[in-house]
């Protein structure tokens, strides 16, 4: 029966792919395993405890076979950028038979700088994968669970703050996007985010999102779109920045997404697959000691 479960949780993961059988016992012993690994998720609180964190992360499962290279990355859309360079060797060498990348998007263009430009490193993954025929996935849990998630902490307007205007940041910075860009841009997100049950009745238009501001910094001369990048971080507090809740966001979104990218990539390395990944490198270190413990016992 215990196989039997460990199989059918296998095909729910990952769909129907080639698997040993004779591994099939070990996998759901491992698979247990990793529930109690997952304890081994750093918390961005602990931070400032990580004296050297692992932006990098090569593992193999002795019992299946599977491989994990996992690369920390800057979000970047420069394609001259060398991290870039450093992807697709590791890429060419290792041969995944499957990748994973940080995001939601799906698209690539026609050749590998273009793709960089357009998407960043997700851009990369995706099109490494499609000239070699292999899956991409992205590791952002379905975003309604994620909301469902934030809305236990937080009101529906706080988290709708939190996506709006960390979005707004980041094309900002990324992108040098002005502010007639950035209203067009913030207008879809708008859109995009009241479409999620439990925000559906959360702020919809700009005259909501300058109330929202009003009401939560008052005494901010700051508008919308001018909002520092620190106030996003998940590393600091509200407190320090004065952000007044979004870094407690990022911080409990984050944590969220950390848990859901270990347990694909856990998962799928268990199963036996050369698995590639690359995310913001912060993600690496916070999940290095749980992957390292999930995949070849090291806790």
Same mark, same amino acid.
């Given at each position: ?19 040993? =059988? ?51 990355v800057h979000h970047s859309f420069n394609s001259s950028h060398p991290q870039y360079d450093r992807l697709v060797k590791l890429w060419t060498a290792f041969k995944p038979t499957i990748s994973f990348y940080e995001g939601t998007g799906s698209g690539f263009s ?26 991409? $996935? ?20 706080? =988290? ?113 697959? $050369? =698995?590639?990944?690359? =995310? ?20």
């Amino acid at each position: 029966m215990n196989n039997f479960i460990g199989l059918i949780k296998i095909i729910i993961v990952f769909g129907i792919h080639p698997i040993n =059988v004779n591994h099939i016992g070990a996998f759901v012993i491992e698979l247990a395993d990793q529930n109690s690994c997952s304890k081994e998720l750093i918390g961005y609180k602990q931070w400032p405890q990580v004296m050297e964190p692992e932006w990098t992360i090569h593992l193999q499962d002795p019992n299946s076979g599977g491989i994990l290279v996992y690369e920390g990355v800057h979000h970047s859309f420069n394609s001259s950028h060398p991290q870039y360079d450093r992807l697709v060797k590791l890429w060419t060498a290792f041969k995944p038979t499957i990748s994973f990348y940080e995001g939601t998007g799906s698209g690539f263009s026609s050749s590998l700088n273009e793709s960089i430009k357009k998407s960043g490193e997700p851009g990369l993954i995706r099109f490494l994968a499609s000239k070699d025929k292999i899956e991409a $996935r992205s590791l952002e849990p379905p975003k309604q669970l994620e909301i469902n998630h934030l809305l236990n902490t937080f009101s529906a307007d706080q =988290v709708m703050l939190f996506y709006v205007l960390r979005n707004t940041v980041q094309l900002r910075e990324r992108r040098s996007l002005n502010i007639e860009k950035l209203q067009a841009v913030t207008t879809n997100t708008l859109k995009h985010y009241s479409k999620y049950e439990g925000l559906n009745s959360s702020i919809a238009n700009f005259d909501e999102l300058d109330k929202a501001v009003e009401k939560y910094w008052p005494d901010n001369d700051l508008s919308w779109w001018q909002f520092p990048s620190n106030w996003f971080s998940p590393t600091a507090t509200s407190k320090e920045t004065g952000s007044v809740f979004t870094n407690e966001v990022n911080r409990v979104s984050s944590e969220y997404r950390d848990k859901y990218m270990f347990e694909k990539l856990t998962a799928s390395v268990l199963a036996g697959h $050369r =698995v590639f990944g690359a =995310v913001g490198r912060n993600h690496v270190a916070m999940q290095s000691h749980a992957l390292r413990c999930a995949i070849d016992g090291n806790k």
